[in-house]
């Protein structure tokens, strides 16, 4: 029998998160005034003890207990090597694949969703509302909300909820809310339905409404959350990354690759910035976060100062970004088709510590269709661009015949998602072109922002 | 942090299947002479390697290591002590959560379709038929062809067809075809077809177009595969118990109480038969195949001897029946629609060794609501009669004031049967009767069939 799965055990699950601030240096958000801004300004959207986290540069946090009590219910999770799929690729790569998709939901998200809540609670929070592009988020969030007793209402951007209803049952399911976005019910909601009706809606459009949603409640007891980019967001998803050191320990490897794919850039903080810890220390790794051709917000957009939602709500933010008011094509992979990418993220771009590639959508399915048929688990859409970036390696691998140990997050499940898989087996997929002449224009909504600095960390 | 998961270590996956029928007595399986048929009987339609395992009566069988390694994606899979559960519940018992979700099918099926691909891969066959209710057997088969590259067709129940499209994506993902039953590719599916053109399907129709596309192959080189009922299926699943009985045993519990729900008997089996030899051997268990109200075959339909088939192309089996052309009211638990139950548990039953119960569909889906936001796993809606009857047991041990381990086989999640869970949401279910007249009528179909003994096991 040979040694598919490496598993860890309940107590081996690690009790502390990694936190990159710590080791990176970062250009501050800034406010409308184009300076940065303190904590107090973001206490109307996030409780404190989250922007505590937010802006914390301490390098290890504890995990709560109460955290861990709940992850326990699908956290450790496994890690398999895709002897199958190596198989199938003819190649001497070896690819161990952490599997984020055992949770409930199907995915890494309640990683976070989980922390967040527990936070939101321990403040005296009662109701949560978020976005949502593919549904994973929003019905993380809903399940850990149904674990706190906390309400939650999920605005899910148009095309995804049309094409996913499932994901609202299963919000509904855990007690959730979820509405299609952009709605009526915001006033954000209403501005774009009133110029573009037929809108597919994106997770900028999704945030506005959230954000707004969350800091017109006159109770106070309403707060907003985010599934990605922020800071804290990719500090609670680093228990992946941890996890997979210890496991790869266990069979004695060290990742030569890793490779995660990245929309705001959490599952790939979740498994990469632990190990981007030890690039900075010395250690030699290629990290690939992979992104949509149709989305290439880290391969083609410039480093600015943006908003992170389209309505500008949020503070100007650091990072990668396509223009806030951008509306991306509306490929299969919801959780991919944003407009910007974590500023830590962005940060370890401008480091020259990770490499970003893209993908287009047609290799993300074909990859995604092997991988089936190989390993059995059938990976989300977003997952498929990781999947189809690791073939490509494995057959450089095979060509300059070297064995390697690539690492590989796959982030979620398609269960979900088996509608774009039956547009992809009926041939009805296409690889969705950008829209150049609006990419163009969008880059207007961010042009007379300050520019921030260049930095180097190291 | 409390010991929510209890896990087995790859090496501790069990190396044989227990087989029940070393230990109980069984009528003989006849012909249409009305005499006990030989193995030779069986050869057109499955392998002769399986027609051995199903006529085996040696206890322990060896796990093949070519299915340990297939196995090995998913298994040993987790058992969870369901804290939250038991808390919404305000119960003294302890109920432990066999977890056979976590497949990449989502359920217990695979179990069985890795081992039935692999002895038939063996005998030389390239193709495999089979029929499926809800979808999760015939995605488990086509997941398992998918390993060892044999062609896998399924005629799927058309109700089911019709409201799990998602179901048909994930067989076609694996490279399987999925046809809706009744079909125009069989006789068996014409004859249906004309008298009963609006039909919802049944299992027993399905079965039997199934058996006929495997016989009526002239190449030989295709065989037909049972998700459930026969032996060897049984067998395949035992190791679900044997697993959870090493890892009660890590926390030094035995159970009081065995639940899990029973259409053809399957995943009821896989949980309970280990239990079953230790209850032939001294110890007091209660266990419990729960069935839906609507379905009542091991809780009104006699014992009796009946074909499996709506067709009649198989044997006679000694089981409990509500006749092999009843079609059961269109319920969403599409695995617990089957007119028959596997002849070793209907020997169980006449042993006094279970005790078959039945609940309502709204009652099962009321549990599943109350476990999803409780444990957050969603259930399949088949599972959710198992909770159902867990939420009884649990209750009579409040009133009881009695401490008692219940331990639950969670068969299969809800995340492909979420339009079921939307419907029970918007309050458009509702507890279907049995058309009590088409009941009685059905029984017509074995009453000119020799009796089975009643015999005593033990």
Redesign the interface.
């Given at each position: 029998?040979?040694?598919?799965?490496?598993?860890l055990?309940?107590?081996e699950?690690p009790r502390q998160w990694y936190n990159i601030a710590a080791d990176i240096k970062l250009n501050p958000p800034l406010g409308p005034d184009g300076k940065p801004i303190g904590p107090e300004a973001l206490a109307p959207v996030f409780p404190m003890n989250l922007i505590e986290q937010e802006v914390s540069i301490q390098r290890w946090i504890d995990i709560p207990?109460e955290v861990?009590?709940?992850l326990?219910?699908?956290r450790p999770t496994p890690m398999?090597r895709a002897y199958?799929f190596e198989k199938a690729l003819n190649t001497p790569a070896r690819i161990y694949i952490k599997n984020e998709s055992?949770?409930?939901p199907?995915s890494h998200k309640p990683n976070t969703a989980v922390a967040q809540a527990y936070y939101n609670k321990e403040f005296g929070i009662k109701r949560l509302t978020t976005e949502t592009g593919a549904g994973q988020w929003g019905s993380a969030l809903a399940?850990a909300g149904?674990?706190f007793g906390l309400d939650v209402d999920v605005f899910m951007v148009r095309i995804s909820y049309d094409q996913k209803?499932?994901r609202?049952?299963?919000m509904?399911?855990?007690?959730g809310t979820c509405l299609s976005s952009p709605s009526d019910t915001t006033q954000a909601g209403r501005n774009i339905l009133e110029k573009y009706p037929d809108t597919p809606g994106s997770l900028g459009i999704a945030i506005s409404e959230a954000i707004e949603a969350a800091v017109s409640d006159k109770t106070g007891k309403t707060r907003y959350s985010l599934g990605s980019v922020l800071n804290h967001v990719m500090l609670h998803q680093t228990i992946i990354g941890l996890e997979a050191k210890k496991q790869l320990e266990k069979v004695g490897e060290y990742p030569n690759v890793i490779i995660a794919c990245a929309g705001g850039g959490s599952n790939f903080a979740g498994i990469a910035y632990p190990y981007v810890y030890d690039k900075i220390n010395g250690k030699e790794i290629d990290i690939y976060p992979v992104e949509p051709e149709a989305c290439p917000t880290m391969t083609k957009a410039p480093f600015v100062y943006d908003h992170g939602d389209e309505a500008a709500y949020t503070p100007l933010l650091a990072m990668h970004s396509l223009g806030h008011n951008f509306i991306p094509p509306p490929i299969h992979a919801g959780g991919l088709r944003y407009h910007g990418i974590a500023p830590t993220l962005s940060q370890l771009i401008n480091d020259d510590l990770i490499t970003p590639v893209a993908v287009t959508q047609l290799e993300a399915f074909k990859a995604g269709?092997l991988f089936?048929?190989?390993?059995?688990?059938?990976p989300a859409p977003e997952t498929n661009h990781a999947l189809a970036y690791t073939i490509r390696e494995a057959e450089k691998a095979r060509e300059e015949g070297k064995e390697k140990t690539i690492l590989v997050n796959l982030s979620g499940h398609g269960?979900?998602d088996?509608?774009s898989?039956?547009k992809y087996?009926n041939n009805e997929l296409s690889n969705l072109k950008l829209d150049d002449e609006a990419l163009e224009k969008s880059k207007d909504c961010y042009k007379d922002f300050p520019e921030p600095e260049i930095l180097k960390s190291v």
């Open positions: 029998m040979n040694n598919k799965t490496i598993i055990k309940p107590n699950i207990e861990l009590n709940i326990a219910i699908w398999i199958s055992v949770s409930p199907g399940f149904s674990q209803p499932f609202k049952t299963m509904e399911t855990w007690g269709i089936s048929r190989t390993e059995g688990i059938i269960n979900i088996l509608f898989y039956q087996l």
